[in-house]
């Protein structure tokens, strides 16, 4: 999932625009620093990475990886400070810290001379009850994900879900959508994954997010770009939000900062 984001990052420095002329100038070609980061009440989810983009006139594919910045994170309800380190094995860095619900957090990054942060505060956790497989109408080896969870009354909520395979060896790629509480069945109190399809006896484990607006609108924008990438559209097709809107701030970064429980739930399709 991180590389697709990486590449998509990648794609929206250069194609910013649909009616925007563009006049390559390759001597001025500029890298730019994207951020992936996740800060959770589980050290197993949590993470940062830095990376920086390709030029205009190297291969879209594969990222370059910023290994020596200095990353942090301060809790500002506490003044505390908790360092990350750079991980070779999940290539981005890693602490051994949970995060509390209604603590303020600011990220903070050092990386090539570039200062870096975002400040969240940490949502609250929505239990997630239950996720079951359903078939589709048009093949019943072919599923979709419902999901009952228990969505705060009288407020409007957003949600990010992450569906990765069980096995960090599978083929399989990992998924990701983004829902808010106005798509949710009041009557069967589900939200139903229609986006993504799945294949019976495969597994699956599902992480919830519940973000902020903010975040929500960056992968919502992500997500469309994907899967016009994927029909063969232009990134941008369709999108009334324009360029996903970075939650880092920094001189020509893109990237997000979520501060969010999770809930995690393994699943087997069709079972």
């Not at 589980?42 to 291969?59: A, D, L, M, N």
């Not at 879900?161 to 599978?170: A, G, K, L, T, Y």
Request: aromatic residues 12%; contains cysteine; negative net charge.
């Amino acid at each position: 999932m991180k590389l697709k984001f990486f590449v998509l990052i990648s794609l929206f420095w250069l194609l910013n625009s649909c009616e925007k002329k563009i006049i390559l100038h390759p001597e001025n070609s500029e890298q730019k620093l994207s951020v992936e980061a996740i800060f959770s009440d589980s050290p197993f989810v949590s993470y940062v990475r830095v990376t920086k983009s390709k030029s205009i006139y190297q291969p879209i594919t594969g990222h370059e990886q910023i290994t020596d910045a200095d990353v942090k994170i301060i809790d500002l309800t506490t003044n505390d400070t908790i360092p990350f380190v750079y991980n070779d094995d999940s290539e981005n860095y890693k602490a051994a810290a949970a995060g509390l619900e209604g603590h303020q957090y600011r990220l903070d990054i050092m990386a090539q001379g570039h200062h870096l942060t975002s400040t969240k505060t940490m949502m609250t956790k929505v239990n997630l009850d239950r996720v079951i497989s359903v078939p589709t109408e048009e093949d019943p080896n072919v599923y979709y994900l419902k999901m009952q969870f228990n969505d705060p009354p009288e407020q409007q909520d957003y949600y990010l879900i992450i569906i990765q395979p069980i096995d960090p060896n599978s083929e399989l790629e990992p998924r990701f959508s983004v829902m808010s509480d106005m798509t949710y069945d009041c009557e069967e109190k589900t939200i139903s994954i229609t986006d993504e399809f799945f294949n019976k006896d495969e597994d699956w484990m599902v992480l919830f997010f519940h973000i902020d607006r903010e975040n929500f609108n960056y992968f919502k924008v992500i997500h469309r770009a994907m899967k016009n990438l994927m029909n063969g559209a232009h990134p941008f097709y369709g999108l009334s939000l324009g360029n996903p809107q970075s939650t880092i701030d920094g001189d020509q970064t893109l990237g997000y900062f979520i501060t969010s429980p999770v809930m995690i739930s393994p699943i087997r399709i069709g079972n």
